[in-house]
């Protein structure tokens, strides 16, 4: 398989915390979404022309590309549900179930992952004016954090997640 088009070397343009975009947001606010936008890219290079096989596809025993979009796209709403100051809904929690059964159609997923990444960039820009210091709570045991907190873990977590997406692809292409 040609992977030239696929390559991290023919990155054309710097990663998005390089580009100068977003001044105006507060900068650690900045950088939650320009890591929304950065795992937005690498999936679109690395996993955006994989089969519906490859994406559940579990070489060598590693979590399926679509296990980790899944996750990545409902992480996120729940992390975002906590900072926001509110407790996760049933349908969260159903959906948390839900991320290692199989996968619908490789178009849903995509979408799925897609339209999180948009809900998550509109509701981290409106906590863009919260106080980063003010606690939170996380999970039935109401675990201690911040808004801050919860915000730098949404990029981390999206970041790791993508980066084993990301892993496995180049496994399942190389295949």
Same mark, same amino acid.
């Given at each position: 398989?040609? *992977?030239?088009?696929?390559?991290p070397?023919?990155?054309?343009?710097p990663e998005?915390?390089l580009?100068?975009t977003?001044?105006?947001?507060?900068?650690?606010?900045?950088?939650?979404?320009h890591?929304?936008?950065?795992?937005?890219?690498?999936v679109?290079?690395?996993c955006? *022309?994989?089969?519906?096989?490859?994406?559940?596809a579990?070489?060598f025993?590693?979590?399926a590309?679509a296990?980790?979009? +899944?996750?990545? /796209? +409902?992480?996120?709403?729940?992390?975002?549900?906590? !900072?926001?100051?509110?407790?996760?809904?049933?349908?969260?929690? !159903? /959906?948390?179930r839900?991320?290692?059964?199989?996968?619908g159609?490789r178009?849903?997923?995509?979408?799925?992952?897609? *339209?999180?990444?948009?809900t998550?960039?509109?509701?981290?820009? !409106?906590?863009?004016?919260a106080?980063?210091?003010? /606690?939170?709570?996380?999970?039935k045991?109401k675990?201690?954090s911040?808004?801050?907190?919860?915000l730098?873990?949404?990029?981390d977590h999206t970041?790791r997640?993508?980066?084993?997406a990301?892993? *496995? /692809?180049?496994?399942v292409?190389?295949?």
């Amino acid at each position: 398989m040609d *992977t030239s088009s696929t390559n991290p070397k023919t990155r054309r343009e710097p990663e998005p915390w390089l580009r100068g975009t977003l001044a105006e947001i507060p900068a650690v606010v900045r950088g939650v979404l320009h890591a929304l936008e950065l795992a937005r890219e690498d999936v679109a290079q690395w996993c955006g *022309t994989l089969t519906l096989e490859q994406l559940v596809a579990r070489p060598f025993g590693l979590p399926a590309v679509a296990f980790q979009l +899944r996750h990545i /796209a +409902r992480s996120q709403d729940r992390l975002l549900t906590y !900072a926001e100051g509110r407790e996760l809904s049933a349908e969260q929690l !159903a /959906a948390l179930r839900a991320e290692m059964l199989p996968c619908g159609s490789r178009e849903e997923l995509l979408l799925e992952f897609e *339209t999180a990444l948009q809900t998550s960039g509109l509701r981290v820009r !409106a906590l863009s004016g919260a106080d980063l210091e003010q /606690a939170r709570f996380v999970g039935k045991m109401k675990l201690p954090s911040t808004v801050g907190g919860l915000l730098v873990h949404v990029a981390d977590h999206t970041q790791r997640h993508v980066g084993q997406a990301v892993t *496995t /692809a180049k496994v399942v292409i190389a295949g």
